[in-house]
T-cell receptor
Framework: NAGVTQTPKFRVLKTGQSMTLLCAQDMNHEYMYWYRQDPGMGLRLIHYSVGEGTTAKGEVPDGYNVSRLKKQNFLLGLESAAPSQTSVYFC?????????????FGSGTRLTVV | DAKTTQPNSMESNEEEPVHLPCNHS???????IHWYRQLPSQGPEYVIHGLTSNVNNRMASLAIAEDRKSSTLILHRATLRDAAVYYC????????????FGTGTRLTVIP
């Protein structure tokens, strides 16, 4: 009954370092998403995937890469972190199909780039 | 994409009903109305959705105006745990990318 699990929950990076955020879901959902949320703002979509082996750009994709090698996992990579990428990152998943299906979100990864 | 307008903040006393409004005057006939909420330090959580008719579930009720240009999320008895940011979102597209968050309404529940 885990739903969507994000690791790590917190991370501090130095400018220029790289890291990978992992999202895992156990609901057999086809669609997966990565969002970022900055203070006082709503969530903005970074990248998403409609199935294993597929990825697509969202609203703010620059500086990030993603991979979906297994259906249950969606990885978000930062190759060279910048202070502007300090944010809270949320992963989400949902069932394929009709637009009324609800999204399930993880609890977030708080990333600080110094 | 069709926009929604929500008040930035609202307050409610504990154990009283709360009516959270949302205006969506440019809604089209096939757009679903979704509500999510985000508790402090948590990811958003699905609350309810509807198309034309009023909807009820264990968390809340959704009242949709007859012309669909506005809707109201109703929490029947606010608890301290209901303090959160509530997002009213229209799913305006088919396909996978159909959830666009605004800044929502921050609900404060007063003990």
């Amino acid at each position: 009954n885990a739903g969507v699990t994000q690791t790590p929950k917190f991370r501090v990076l130095k400018t220029g370092q790289s890291m990978t955020l992992l999202c895992a879901q156990d609901m057999n959902h086809e669609y997966m998403y990565w969002y970022r949320q900055d203070p006082g703002m709503g969530l903005r979509l970074i990248h998403y995937s409609v199935g294993e082996g597929t990825t697509a750009k969202g609203e703010v994709p620059d500086g990030y890469n993603v991979s979906r090698l297994k259906k249950q996992n969606f990885l978000l990579g930062l190759e060279s972190a910048a202070p502007s990428q300090t944010s809270v990152y949320f992963c989400a998943s949902r069932v394929q199909g009709a637009r009324y299906y609800g999204y399930t979100f993880g609890s977030g990864t708080r990333l600080t780039v110094v | 994409d069709a926009k929604t307008t929500q008040p930035n903040s609202m307050e409610s006393n504990e154990e009283e009903p709360v009516h959270l409004p949302c205006n969506h005057s440019t809604i089209s006939g096939t757009d679903y109305i979704h509500w999510y909420r985000q508790l402090p330090s948590q990811g958003p959580e699905y609350v309810i959705h509807g198309l034309t008719s009023n909807v009820n579930n264990r968390m809340a009720s959704l009242a949709i105006a007859e012309d669909r240009k506005s809707s109201t999320l109703i929490l029947h008895r606010a608890t301290l745990r209901d303090a959160a940011v509530y997002y009213c979102i229209l799913s305006t597209r088919t396909g996978a990318n159909n959830l666009f968050f605004g800044t929502g309404t921050r609900l404060t529940v007063i003990p």
